[in-house]
């Protein structure tokens, strides 16, 4: 008996053309706005930069409406940010010092950019001895433009606006993991994911605690010295005697292992779900947030997809049984678009679960777009604007 | 009716989030970053070198001798003094001074260098105690925070260590 193949059935557009167009608008807006003052300055590489990556998101936006989808659009930014921030990082620390490593003096000169990791371990001593353990300086001077009190200010405010989705919308670094993590079509080490996820999920936290109390004790930044597995694509102490190097091979070795290896074979972010302290730390800001992820229990099935396709680990059989997320959600919509029956859905908090919930993505999605574009997206225009620089016919 | 309260408030607290995100490039960082700034809060002395103490004014050339650094807690670094000579361009071609570190008018240590003839060549120069408060540095380079001595742009930092019997 011959087999009855039934006809591919084109999926519709979520929105018209029209209306996509019309929702990406504010956005263009916002992009535009962000980039004039990029346009207004001498450099035709500049100029081309800038103009690209407002035109970059605004497609992004654009696509997330048509499509009604979130994660694949918002990875492709992710993922562009992760892999060409340190682009720009490096060749910038190779014009102004020559080297990505940090000599000593530089770092009594106070000229070492501030980087956001650093803040859990700053705030007990500060709070104890009005100090910041950190080499860099507190207001923006013309070496130095990254400041302490200007990365804390960007931070907070962005932090404010979407919460713990700084993790997936602002962090460089996790935009690393997510391209390697994207690399295959299938987790290789889907077993290792099943019998570790729950039982890692807290070992950030412990982390976040053991450096935050080491660094208060030690007076220094003890992830930043020992355990930052970022270090190997940024800058690093400078190495020059046993204790660098040794510090220099746990960067590569960490590198290696959470942000590529097992990425790829596992297909999760696993530098960030199992080792992340200042993802532990940034999860407290879901308490104050409004957006969040819910699954509509009337609607759900069980089938835990949403758990297989959740890059970080944030959801549970529990937490899908009480219809949320757990605390570390980062508000990425993998879930969201993964469910076949609709029952994850975007919420805003205090609102029923459910009723509109394209209403709250939407919202979300402004709030969220607008600091990418403004934050990630000024990264991006400086990297392809240093890209440019190295053309061959230049 | 409690629905309906939480839902109004809930989608004001929306807007009031959408009105931040607005915000944040044209005021909220900057206000955040000014709140950051006069919180009272200094960078660690292990890495700016602490509190000037004194200055000796030479010919051209001008010696800054910080106040002793102490560590706090479990700090790994030892104590030390910083003492700056700057500007670089005015200093002679060989330095050889004794310093007083503590300003009780005697002078603690002797530090002998040979200013670098560019900003990147990597200095040596020696530190010779002269009590036993201060210990010595042969051909120091940038060995750690409390024992180093580095050109930094136009500044030469000389940084000493300092025993515990110093402790005033």
Redo the contacts between chains.
């Keep these: 008996m011959a087999s009855v193949t039934a006809p591919a059935v084109q999926k519709p557009a979520f929105r018209s053309v029209g209306r996509s167009l019309l929702l990406t608008l504010p956005m263009a807006l916002w992009a535009m706005v962000?980039f004039t003052p990029a346009l207004r300055q001498p450099g035709r590489d500049g100029h081309i930069g800038a103009a690209a990556v407002a035109v970059f998101m605004t497609v992004l936006f654009y696509m997330m409406m048509r499509t009604g989808t979130t994660y694949r659009w918002r990875r492709i930014f992710f993922v562009a940010l992760g892999f060409l921030f340190p682009v720009g990082f490096i060749a910038s620390l190779i014009a102004v010092r020559g080297t990505m490593s940090i000599?000593?003096?530089r770092?009594?000169?106070?000229d070492t950019p501030y980087c956001f990791m650093v803040t859990p371990m700053v705030i007990v001593?500060?709070a104890l001895?009005?100090?910041?353990?950190?080499?860099?300086?507190?207001?923006p001077t013309p070496s130095n433009p990254h400041s302490?009190?200007?990365m804390?200010?960007?931070w907070?405010?962005?932090s404010?606006?979407v919460g713990k989705a700084w993790c997936s919308y602002g962090c460089f670094f996790g935009g690393i993991e997510e391209g390697f993590a994207a690399v295959a079509k299938r987790a290789r080490l889907r077993r290792f994911v099943l019998h570790w996820g729950s039982r890692l999920r807290l070992t950030p936290w412990a982390i976040l605690i053991f450096i935050v109390v080491l660094s208060?004790?030690?007076?220094?930044p003890v992830y930043c010295a020992w355990l930052c597995p970022f270090k190997t694509i940024t800058e690093y102490p400078a190495v020059?005697d046993v204790e660098t190097a040794i510090q220099m091979a746990i960067f590569i070795m960490l590198f290696a292992g959470l942000v590529v290896a097992l990425p790829f074979l596992t297909k999760k972010r696993t530098q960030c779900a199992f080792f992340c302290p200042f993802g532990a730390f940034q999860s407290l800001f879901n308490k104050i947030?409004?957006?969040e992820i819910r699954f509509d229990r009337e609607k759900c099935v069980d089938c835990t997809l949403c758990q297989t396709e959740c890059p970080t680990i944030a959801l549970s059989k529990e937490s899908i049984r009480e219809g949320k997320t757990l605390l570390n959600c980062m508000k990425c919509g993998a879930c969201v678009d993964a469910c076949k029956k609709d029952a994850a859905v975007w919420h805003?908090?205090?609102?029923?679960v459910g009723v509109k919930p394209e209403r709250a993505r939407l919202?979300f999605l402004?709030?969220g777009w607008?600091?990418a574009t403004?934050f990630g997206g000024s990264i991006l225009a400086n990297s392809v604007t240093t890209m440019l620089g190295f053309l061959p016919w230049k | 009716m409690r629905?309906r309260v939480?839902?109004v408030?809930?989608?004001a607290?929306?807007g009031l989030?959408?009105a931040?995100?607005?915000l944040?490039?044209f005021y909220?960082?900057?206000?955040?970053?000014?709140?950051?700034?006069h919180?009272?809060?200094?960078?660690?002395?292990?890495?700016?070198?602490g509190t000037v103490a004194q200055s000796f004014v030479h010919e051209g050339y001008t010696i800054r001798v910080h106040e002793a650094v102490w560590?706090?807690?479990?700090?790994?670094?030892e104590p030390f003094v910083q003492i700056v000579f700057e500007p670089v361009s005015a200093l002679p071609a060989q330095v050889n001074e004794a310093i007083d570190l503590d300003g009780d008018g005697e002078p603690d240590v002797r530090v002998e260098f040979t200013v670098p003839a560019s900003a990147a060549a990597k200095m040596h120069g020696n530190v010779i105690a002269l009590n036993e408060g201060y210990e010595s540095l042969r051909n120091a380079g940038?060995?750690?925070?409390s024992r180093?001595m580095?050109?930094?742009?136009d500044r030469i930092?000389v940084r000493v260590p300092v025993r515990d019997v110093a402790r005033k």
């Design positions: 962000m000599p000593i003096e770092m009594i000169s106070g001593p500060a001895f009005r100090t910041l353990i950190f080499p860099g300086s507190i207001l302490i009190a200007a804390i200010g960007l907070l405010a962005v404010l606006v208060a004790a030690l007076m220094e020059r947030n409004l957006f805003i908090k205090g609102t029923r919202l402004y709030g607008a600091m403004m | 629905t939480l839902a408030l809930a989608y607290g929306v989030t959408l931040i995100a607005i944040v490039p909220l960082m900057g206000a955040l970053t000014g709140v950051m700034a919180a009272g809060l200094r960078v660690d002395d292990k890495f700016t070198g560590p706090r807690m479990l700090e790994r670094t940038n060995e750690s925070f180093m580095v050109r930094v742009g930092v």
